[in-house]
Structures are given as structure tokens and as C-alpha cells.
């Protein structure tokens, strides 16, 4: 009964490839986001989807597509993986979509990319 | 640029005593900011948020103070617990045309050691 998970928890790969990390939320919430923790550790968000409608969306090279089939899942897609890439993805989600709705954090993917 | 700071990356505190996590900021537009803790291996879990109309919140024994003329906030853990070792994630949001939205800009962390 996980409110947030993320398949796969770990994924190495090969830069140039395409991968994708999956993303389901059971909370019943409208809003989900995916985040990145670099190796800094500095935690940044990516996306945004509200009623599978993006929202918010930083500045993020257009290799990284999301895609929100319906509102329980926000998938993130990358094609031509770099080594940059390597990094923690959180996915989260939260009822609403403003600053006082809490969100509440997948476990995280560590993707690899050698 | 880093518009949330946690210049200490960690701190070391007894069993018993007082935690005070610092985080200053630096964007004046920011008007709503958060705590978040996460164990290894687990993704952050909220801990307790504070309004830029407020200069204190407090949820049991953790309590946010927030300073906005000095672009400061902390969170005070009294009593300190074992179980309270963690990473402490300050974060704060933006007053958007639209209103505050979730674009949360989060600092670096502290990490906290609570030792029995």
C-alpha cells in the first residue's frame, strides 16, 4: 500500500541510450512532479502535472519527456542519455498544486549512466 | 545560484537536547517554506511548513522560526531523539503571478546525528 512508487530503484545504462522510470501515486492526488538530486545533492524540480496537464517546467534539456497517461501515473522518459544524467529522480505527488499542498516523495530511482 | 542555503552540512547533537538546523535565503519573493527530513535510501517526507505572515510554527517538538528581514529560518528539535537522525531539506516557494505553486526550491540538507 506504498502512496508513492517508482520502478525500477536502480538503473544502469549506457550513455546514448533511452530509458524510463515509472511512476504511481494511490493518494487520489491531482498534481504530481518529478525531481532531480544531482550528485551535489541539491534537490530540483523538473516537471510538473496537474490533471495530467503540465504545469511546470524547468529548465530541462528536451531529451526528458514526461508522459501522464491519467493522474495516478507521471512517467519520465530519456532519450540519449548523458553522463550528467546520472543522478536521484524523485517522483511526488500532492493534493492541490500550490506551495501549501504537501508533497509527498516516491523512494527514488538511482539511474547510472556509464 | 543558490536561493536556499544550508551552509552546515551537518551537526552532531546529544540525545536529550536541543537541534537547531539553520537555512537562510536569499529571494525576497519567496513567501512559504517547508522542512523536509529523509533517511537513506527513502525519498523526503515532510516535517512542518511555515507562511511568510507567520514568524513561528510549531508541531510537537519541532518548531520553525522564520526571520524575513534577516532571510532566516530555522527549525528547532526539542528533545533531540536517536530516531531524529536524518537529513533536514529546507525549502521555499515563490509568490507566482498565479499564487504560491508547488516549484519547491530546496538547499542542500544538514545532516543531523542524534547520538544516545
Known amino acids: 500500500d506504498t502512496a508513492v512508487s517508482q520502478t525500477p530503484k536502480y538503473l544502469v545504462t549506457q550513455m546514448g541510450n533511452d530509458k524510463s522510470i515509472k511512476c504511481e501515486q494511490n493518494?487520489?492526488?491531482?498534481?504530481m512532479y518529478w525531481y532531480k538530486q544531482d550528485s551535489k545533492k541539491f534537490l530540483k524540480i523538473m516537471f510538473s502535472y496537474n490533471n495530467k496537464e503540465l504545469i511546470i517546467n524547468e529548465t530541462v534539456p528536451n531529451r526528458f519527456s514526461p508522459k501522464s497517461p491519467d493522474k495516478a501515473h507521471l512517467n519520465l522518459h530519456i532519450n540519449s542519455l548523458e553522463l550528467g544524467d546520472s543522478a536521484v529522480y524523485f517522483c511526488?505527488?500532492?493534493?492541490?498544486?500550490?506551495?501549501?499542498?504537501?508533497?509527498?516523495f516516491g523512494p527514488g530511482t538511482r539511474l547510472t549512466v556509464l | 545560484d543558490q536561493q536556499v542555503k544550508q551552509n552546515s552540512p551537518s551537526l552532531s547533537v546529544q540525545e536529550g537536547r536541543i537541534s537547531i538546523l539553520n537555512c537562510d535565503y536569499t529571494?525576497?519573493?519567496?513567501?512559504?517554506f517547508l522542512w523536509y527530513k529523509k533517511y537513506p535510501a527513502e525519498g523526503p517526507t515532510f516535517l512542518i511548513s511555515?507562511?511568510?505572515?507567520?514568524d513561528k510554527n510549531e508541531d510537537g517538538r519541532f518548531t520553525v522560526f522564520l526571520n524575513k528581514s534577516a532571510k532566516h529560518l530555522s527549525l528547532h528539535i526539542v528533545p533531540s531523539q536517536p530516531g531524529d537522525s536524518a537529513v533536514y531539506f529546507c525549502?521555499?516557494?515563490?509568490?507566482?503571478?498565479?499564487?504560491?505553486?508547488?516549484?519547491?526550491?530546496f538547499g542542500k540538507g544538514t545532516k543531523l546525528s542524534v547520538k544516545p
Open positions: 511526488a505527488s500532492s493534493q492541490g498544486r500550490g506551495a501549501w499542498d504537501t508533497q509527498y
Open positions: 511555515i507562511s511568510s505572515i507567520k
Open positions: 529571494n525576497s519573493m519567496f513567501d512559504y
Open positions: 525549502a521555499a516557494s515563490p509568490m507566482n503571478d498565479g499564487g504560491s505553486q508547488g516549484n519547491l526550491i
Open positions: 493518494l487520489g492526488h491531482d498534481t
